[in-house]
């Protein structure tokens, strides 16, 4: 077995541990391999261990893996944009973006629709919210997300699915604990004032504390480092 496939593989255990101890099972907790930085000679070999949701930060990264991999055959993999997104990109990944993590405004909401609608689609997304206001840049504030998530529900073709939390790198696990536990909340008490599925999924944990936030309810948890090893930039 290769390096990645035995990360790969212990990093599903260790999630579905995570899921039984709080009370659900492995299928319930989506793993997106975080692909960034990595080769495709590194994501070939992670996709031949079963990784089939991959998530970039760069527009321009994705779309550039995303042809590559489709020109070898490997296009059974499912796209998630996890990074900040600017406007002037939506175009790019409109066509087949699986789901959008990181809605953090009213005029991206209105470009993702502008963009899906005209190619007749739709598009799953999730508001980032920032629940760790000092040091995240990226993301709206708890009381700002409800103000955008009714924004998204009049807009037809973005579909909206949850939140998304990025924790900052330096804090400890208990501290991001304590942020995935109020994330939830902040979902549970958004979710009674929108359409059923609304708030179906939280996007939370990385590396650091992906078994915690499992723990705290997340339905996906975003994977890079454990699974590839260090990065060497980005
Ligand atoms: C890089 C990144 C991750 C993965 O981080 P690791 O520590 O490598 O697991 C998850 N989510 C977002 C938004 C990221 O930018």
């Not at 973005?158 to 536990?181: H, K, N, Q």
């Not at 359409?195 to 975003?222: C, F, H, I, K, N």
């Amino acid at each position: 077995m290769s390096d990645i496939a035995g990360s790969l593989s212990e990093v599903r255990a260790r999630i579905a541990d995570a899921a039984r101890r709080s009370g659900r099972s492995a299928d319930d907790v989506l793993l997106v391999t975080v692909s960034k930085t990595r080769s495709l000679e590194e994501i070939a070999e992670a996709i031949d261990a079963g990784a089939r949701d991959l998530g970039e930060n760069y527009v321009q990264e994705l779309v550039e893996k995303q042809a590559a991999l489709a020109a070898e055959g490997r296009d059974d993999v499912r796209w998630h944009a996890i990074g900040h997104l600017q406007r002037n990109k939506v175009r790019h990944i409109a066509a087949f973006c699986r789901l959008i993590h990181s809605l953090d405004s009213t005029r991206l909401a209105d470009e993702i629709q502008k963009r899906v609608g005209a190619a007749g689609r739709t598009q799953p997304v999730l508001i980032e919210v920032n629940v760790a206001a000092e040091t995240s840049k990226f993301g709206v504030s708890p009381e700002a997300a409800k103000p955008l998530a009714e924004h998204v529900a009049g807009l037809g073709d973005v579909e909206l699915r949850g939140l998304m939390a990025m924790t900052p790198y330096d804090i400890s696990v208990d501290e991001s604990r304590r942020y995935f536990a109020r994330t939830r909340e902040v979902a549970e008490a958004l979710a009674r004032d929108l359409p059923d599925g609304a708030m179906s999924e939280l996007s939370m944990g990385m590396t650091q504390d992906y078994e915690s936030a499992v723990e705290e309810g997340a339905t996906m948890v975003r994977v890079g480092t454990a699974i590839f090893g260090k990065r060497r930039d980005g």
